[in-house]
């Protein structure tokens, strides 16, 4: 697996263009969010990854906390973000336990067309709605038991 490392501002520019393959799902970005040069504490928010591909179809995907209080998450290149050649346009969201939402600036992804047959065609991801909505079916579940 392939993993790169990245810091993340929520103040200033990121001038971060990471690389990626078109089909590929064995990559992994560990990101540091901070402000101002300052590690920002993720206890408190949803961090959530969003992306416009090249054809304009959407990612919303899930973040996994390595140390939230470092501020560090780890993002899955998964094969619906390789799945469009070109440059895509990335933030990460941060949703917090009071319904603010903070967002780092943008950073790129440039997705090279792969050598390999196309076998996936790019569509919207929604993995953190999946998520969420199952937590919730598990909490009305668990309520009729």
């Known amino acids: ?10 103040v200033m520019d990121n001038y971060d263009v990471l ?10 970005i560990n990101v540091k969010i901070v402000s101002n040069g300052k590690v920002v504490n993720l ?7 969003v992306i ?10 899930s973040c996994k906390a390595l140390d939230s209080k470092q501020g560090i998450l780890q993002i899955e290149l ?3 973000i390789n799945a469009a050649a070109g440059i895509l ?3 990460l969201q941060l949703f917090g336990k009071e319904k603010q939402l903070v967002s780092t600036t943008n950073f790129k992804i440039e997705v090279n067309e792969g050598l390999s047959p196309k076998t996936v065609t790019s569509s919207n991801e929604y993995t953190q709605l999946t998520e969420a909505l199952s937590t919730v079916k598990n909490m009305v579940c668990f309520r009729e038991i």
Do not use: A, H, W
């Not at 690389?19 to 992994?28: E, F």
């Not at 206890?43 to 990854?49: E, F, R, S």
């Open 52 to 61: 416009v591909k090249p054809d304009n179809t959407e990612i919303f995907n």
């Open 89 to 91: 346009k990335c933030c």
């Open 19 to 28: 690389k990626s393959v078109q089909g590929d799902n064995g990559r992994t």
């Open 78 to 80: 998964t094969e619906q």
């Open 43 to 49: 206890d408190d928010y949803l961090p959530t990854l």
């Open 1 to 10: 697996m392939e993993v790169e490392n990245i810091v993340l501002d929520i």
